[in-house]
């Protein structure tokens, strides 16, 4: 069976701080992916990032950036120089090309950004 | 379309009442999916669809949920004799395949809410 865990329900940070938001991932294949999404105050879910069990590289997108570690099974968002736009739950899963064929969802962060 | 499209925005009912809910796929994309959300983030999946065949409905509620995709018409999830704990937001994605290769696109959801 496979498992998301995102241990930190809430995170308040003062605008232009760092932030790291953890995921922590448990499956028995070799091959899957792990995707993050934000889902703003409007509800509607945004597609981050993707990533396969293949690729270790880190990534980074502007102010995003996505550390993969599989020894450790953990992918981890890291917004820098926060903004109060940045402001939302985000949610990490992961996926599977076998089976269910459907995402895996963490229970969501909540990032809240104070001006 | 370009758009998962999700009708209604927000459905109410009351208890014991049926729900219909809408979704229609971007054009070409002939895989399903449908997740709910409730309201302490948690996502569970529901069933998928290849065109109008059932994929996987090992998350469906079999004894009040149905869902249907057939040609030429928005897929549905209904809801017979709703329950106070089927408030949540229903998320239709929709893909071109069930692979992680071709990522899932999400509509802004239908916020369901029973009385």
């Known amino acids: 069976a496979q498992k998301v865990t995102q241990a930190q329900t809430e995170i308040s940070v003062v605008e232009k701080e760092d932030v790291t938001l953890d995921c922590v991932y448990e499956t028995r294949d070799t091959t899957y992916y792990l995707f993050w999404y934000k889902q703003p105050p409007s509800g509607e879910l945004v597609f981050l990032i993707r990533r396969n069990s293949f690729d270790e590289q880190n990534e980074i997108s502007g102010r995003y950036s996505w550390n993969f570690q599989k020894s450790t099974s953990s992918f981890n968002f890291t917004i820098t120089a926060s903004q109060v736009v940045d402001s939302a739950v985000y949610f990490c899963?992961?996926?599977?090309?076998?089976?269910?064929?459907?995402?895996?969802f963490g229970s969501g962060t909540r990032l809240q950004v104070q001006p | 379309g370009e758009e998962v499209a999700q009708t209604p925005k927000h459905l109410v009912r009351g208890e014991g009442q049926k729900a219909k809910l809408y979704c229609a796929p971007i054009k070409g994309h002939s895989y399903v999916f449908w997740y709910q959300q409730v309201l302490k983030n948690e996502f569970k999946f529901l069933i998928s669809f290849q065109n109008e065949n059932v994929f996987d409905e090992t998350g469906m509620p079999k004894e009040r949920f149905s869902a249907k995709c057939l040609p030429n018409s928005p897929c549905s999830l209904e809801i017979q004799a709703t329950k106070l704990e089927d408030s949540a937001v229903y998320f239709c994605?929709?893909?071109?395949?069930?692979?992680?290769?071709?990522?899932?696109?999400f509509g802004d959801g239908t916020r369901l809410s029973i009385l």
């Open positions: 899963a992961l996926f599977m090309d076998t089976g269910r064929r459907a995402l895996t």
């Open positions: 994605a929709s893909s071109q395949s069930p692979t992680a290769n071709q990522p899932q696109h």
